[in-house]
């Protein structure tokens, strides 16, 4: 399903939110938060440590607050993140250029025509859309948080780094929400080792 989502949203003006997303456990609101002075493309990293939420009794409205622990993280990204991002970044400068003074010099990386923050809701929204095309009605934004998370615990990182990468308070809570996946781990080494101990025994 990862393969068909990005293929569905190839050319999608928000392809590349969806993608970082996708390959790095962000929240929404982090995403939509996210300035250029906290990625760093040489290095292949990316500073968490805010994120853009509704302002309380104002519809519409948002501000930049700190992360969900109030804690910042720096994740370490795949090379594939940073050339979607360098690429952004070209487009992005064009658009600027094209917009002139209406530029909104405000260094969002995902923002609209005239550089201001693009809404969460519209983010999710546009989301709920292609995933309902896509035969997935009940599939959720934050679902790709957790398709993060699963995929690293199966490329072979351990539970503290996915949990640092995640921006959980605890390794203990993350252990709690994708026990199941390091229990299948565990079974499957269990397997290999099987395997290994048959062919030891046929020498």
Known sequence: TIAA?????????????????LF?????????????????????????????QNVPGQPGE???ISTKNNKGRTIPVALFVTEILKKHKIQQDKLKAEAGPL????????????????????????????????????A???DLRHSYAVASLRAG???KTVQSNLGHHAAAFTLDVYGHVTAD????????????IEEIKKL
């Open 24 to 52: 790095t456990g962000m929240r929404r609101g982090e995403a939509c938060g996210l300035t250029w002075d906290c990625v760093d493309l040489e290095q292949g990293t990316i500073r968490v440590d805010k994120q853009l």
């Open 103 to 138: 530029w909104q010099e405000n260094n969002f990386v995902f923002c609209n025509d005239v550089g201001d923050h693009l809404s969460p809701n519209t983010v999710y929204h546009n989301y709920k859309r292609m995933v309902k095309a896509l035969g997935l009605p009940d």
């Open 185 to 196: 781990m565990k079974r499957a080494s269990a397997k290999r080792m099987e395997n290994y």
């Open 157 to 159: 990182d351990d539970i």
């Open 140 to 142: 959720r934004l934050h």
């Open 62 to 64: 948002f501000r930049l």
């Open 5 to 21: 989502f990005m293929k569905a949203i190839r050319g999608h003006r928000f392809e590349v939110v969806y993608l970082t997303m």
